[in-house]
T-cell receptor
Framework: GENVEQHPSTLSVQEGDSAVIKCTYS??????FPWYKQELGKRPQLIID?????GEKKDQRIAVTLNKTAKHFSLHITETQPEDSAVYFC?????????????FGSGTQLTVLP | EPEVTQTPSHQVTQMGQEVILRCVPI?????FYWYRQILGQKVEFLVS????????KSEIFDDQFSVERPDGSNFTLKIRSTKLEDSAMYFC????????????FGEGSRLTVL
């Protein structure tokens, strides 16, 4: 099955700096890569996603890049703010099963220092 | 905005007891999932459900777990004989479309097994 590795596990940045989180996946057939933000005690919320036919996608201060050849994708947050502090999970969706579940990375605790 | 709802938000039970966690997916969605998150760890896939049957299940989803969609709106997860290691947050999720479609998570049910 799919295996998703995520790094780093913790990341601290100064407010206004950029943050980058990286993930690799194992199944070359995976075609959908979302990123979720999870605040303490809350549900994961989708912040951005990318499909395998696109190399980069941007939404205001967040962007995701995908390298299909290397099987890795990254989340970039620019001009970080304290409210960006949360756990971020990457995920990949392969072609297993008719419902095609997501496989999640282990998460990155991002702390933005004021 | 439509959302996935889960009950109870928190359940405390004794080891060996049966627990039923309930979910109401978004009404026009076709794919339903249960995920588990042990405190401080990643979101782990348990089971997916489509067309009134289990589509895929993980190694975690052993014989003590079962799912049902009894009435076309509710989607339940039953744990027959709870163990201490079943203590976790259980998230229900649903998705509308096969090849696209964001996965929407419920707020989660926190299960504490004593």
């Amino acid at each position: 099955g799919e295996n998703v590795e995520q790094h780093p596990s913790t990341l601290s940045v100064q407010e206004g700096d950029s943050a980058v989180i990286k993930c690799t996946y194992s199944d070359s057939a995976s075609n959908y890569f979302p990123w979720y933000k999870q605040e303490l005690g809350k549900r994961p919320q989708l912040i951005i996603d990318i499909r395998s036919n696109v190399g980069e996608k941007k939404d205001q201060r967040i962007a995701v890049t995908l390298n299909k050849t290397a099987k890795h994708f990254s989340l970039h947050i620019t001009e970080t703010q304290p409210e960006d502090s949360a756990v971020y999970f990457c995920a990949a969706r392969g072609l297993q099963g008719s419902a095609r579940q997501l496989t999640f990375g282990s998460g990155t605790q991002l702390t933005v220092l004021p | 905005e439509p959302e996935v709802t889960q009950t109870p938000s928190h359940q405390v039970t004794q080891m060996g007891q049966e627990v039923i966690l309930r979910c109401v997916p978004i009404s026009n969605h076709l794919y339903f999932y249960w995920y588990r998150q042990i405190l401080g760890q990643k979101v782990e896939f348990l089971v997916s459900f489509y067309n009134n049957e289990i589509s895929e299940k993980s190694e975690i989803f052993d014989d003590q777990f079962s799912v049902e969609r009894p009435d076309g709106s509710n989607f339940t997860l039953k744990i027959r004989s709870t163990k201490l290691e079943d203590s976790a947050m259980y998230f229900c999720a649903s998705r509308g479309q096969m090849n696209t479609g964001e996965l929407f998570f419920g707020e989660g049910s926190r299960l504490t097994v004593l």
